[in-house]
């Protein structure tokens, strides 16, 4: 089963556990209720624990579609957008990664030892992942500067809505803004994902 799969399953029984917590009562009245919101914590806990569990396993075996996150809503992704997670962030984790082991085994490596991991890479391997690394500043670029112009027009928009007499234009302007991005992203996701898929057939 995927991670994505069991993501599914695990967030289905994450609404049944909340909507339990929710209907408990809240201050326990009697030595049952007690006892039965502290077993239904520790199921909480033991869920969230499961989760972390699972998705390490899961980061061993295919680590790319976890920071992808293709479960995720629009929104959620906006988010980590937002909150600073950028692509490009993993291309720092993996050279960074990639430059701790080479420094490390580097008398096995000159002996022509193979390790098989990221400090193994290949001349070819490190151009693959360098022009990828910049196509992805691009896209992020690019995603920026629309940002900032999404940020202008919802400022001139509350403006206008502020006054006596807004104008229409500027509402239906930002609204094709927001339906353009959302396929923009769309079709970036798809075509970035059959990009890092082929590059990643050369390693």
């Known amino acids: 089963m995927s991670f994505y799969q069991f993501y599914q399953t695990w967030f289905e029984q994450l609404h049944h556990l909340v909507d339990q917590l929710s209907t408990a009562p809240n201050p326990p009245t009697t030595p049952d209720h007690h006892d039965s919101l502290l077993t239904l914590v520790h199921k909480v806990l033991t869920h969230y624990s499961d989760y972390y ?19 995720f809503t629009s929104l959620e992704r906006s988010l980590h957008w937002a909150a600073g997670w950028r692509p490009t ?41 360098s022009d990828l690394q910049c196509e992805t500043v691009r896209e992020e670029n690019a995603i920026t500067d ?25 509402g239906s302007d930002l609204e094709g803004k927001i339906v353009r991005r959302d396929g923009d992203s769309s079709d970036d996701h798809l075509r970035s994902g059959a990009d890092l898929e082929g590059k990643s057939d050369g390693w």
Not at 53 to 69: E, G, N, Y
Not at 100 to 112: Q, T, Y
Not at 148 to 157: I, K
């Open 53 to 71: 569990r699972i998705k390490q396993l899961a980061a061993h075996s295919d680590v790319l579609s976890l920071f992808s996150a293709p479960w």
């Open 89 to 129: 962030t993993l291309f720092h984790l993996v050279l960074t990664q990639s430059s701790i082991l080479f420094e490390s085994r580097i008398v096995d490596i000159l002996r022509g030892l193979r390790t098989g991991d990221l400090g193994d890479l290949s001349p070819t391997q490190f151009a693959l992942l």
């Open 146 to 170: 629309e940002l900032s112009e999404w940020q202008d027009g919802a400022s001139e928009l509350l403006s206008l809505c502020s006054s006596s007499s807004p104008s229409p234009s500027v």
